[in-house]
């Protein structure tokens, strides 16, 4: 929803008319995912995808749509890492204090976020790693496990940059680690990995742009051309995605399909090794 609107400020200046952003809420992003597959395919129905709909959640659950078959790869748009966020006034600051938090509470810390999102198999599989005394609670996204971080029910959230930039420039949250390779940045804050304090937690989350098969390879070019020059051009779209801690990396269809493939089949070791499928 905010790349996609990120995007719809821009992209009339290329594509010489509207672009409406239209939600779909329900199913983990699934039922969005499902709209597009479905859709006619001239290229005026465009899925703004997520990593989770596409590679986590069709091995959890049957989802009306086969991956990547049922889609044909436009442009790989942004990246991400998972934020590991607690509430601003936890004691800890780091990843160790988080353990220790941990071993002095006997029911252990809770962790909320979307069921089978990436964001939520990437700490999932810092718990098995860490050992840390954790459980996870289910809710339907960042935004009302964010809420009930704040109100004090949980004690953590992994989430995306853009999910909890403002809630870090109001000093609500703190970010305890990143799942990148490097430190990154979100609100003027620098947010050190998991890596550097000596958890080998490395995974990067993406965006991009998919249409229904059977568009056709003429309108495919087309917007994938549009998509790399709001990606490498438009000032106004790097600014945005910046202050959202997303990093812009354009990639072309083809190579937006090999990654879609390679983290099917990632996301769906780690779900075996969990033993939730």
């Known amino acids: 929803d905010i790349l996609g609107r990120a995007i719809a400020k821009v992209a009339p200046k290329y594509l010489g008319q ?30 703004m995808a997520a990593i989770g ?17 049922d889609f044909v790869a436009v442009a790989y748009l942004c990246e991400f890492p998972m934020v590991f966020t607690v509430k601003a006034d936890a004691p800890c600051d780091d990843v160790k204090g988080f353990i220790e938090w941990g071993k002095k509470e006997s029911k252990g810390l ?13 700490l999932e599989e810092f718990r098995m790693k860490s050992g840390a005394n954790m459980r996870y609670v289910a809710y339907n996204g960042t935004a009302p496990a964010i809420t009930a971080l704040l109100g004090g029910h949980i004690h953590a959230v992994p989430a995306q940059p853009a999910g909890i930039a403002g809630f870090i420039a109001s000093k609500q949250v703190k970010v305890l680690a990143a799942s990148s390779e490097k430190p990154i940045q979100i609100a003027g804050k620098t947010i050190p990995t998991f890596k550097e304090q000596g958890y080998n937690i490395v995974m990067t989350a993406w965006n991009g742009v998919l249409v229904p098969k059977g568009t056709p390879p003429e309108i495919i070019k087309k917007l994938e051309e549009v998509f790399r020059k709001i990606s490498m051009e438009n000032e106004e779209y790097q600014d945005a995605m910046k202050k959202l801690g ?15 493939q390679r983290d099917y ?4 070791e780690i779900i075996r090794a969990l033993g939730k499928k």
């Not at 969005?32 to 465009?46: F, L, N, R």
């Not at 809770?110 to 990437?122: D, E, K």
């Not at 089949?265 to 769906?268: E, I, L, P, V």
């Open 265 to 268: 089949q990632r996301f769906g």
């Open 18 to 47: 509207s672009f409406a952003v239209v939600n779909f809420t329900g199913g983990s992003g699934t039922v969005g995912t499902a709209e597009v597959a479905k859709a006619k395919p001239d290229g005026y129905t465009i899925l």
């Open 110 to 122: 809770i962790f909320g976020q979307t069921s089978g999102s990436v964001l939520t198999l990437t």
């Open 53 to 69: 709909p596409l590679v986590s959640q069709p091995h959890l659950n049957p989802v009306p749509y086969k991956v990547p078959d």
């Open 246 to 260: 997303q990093d812009i990396v354009f990639k072309t269809g083809s190579e937006y399909k090999a990654i879609i």
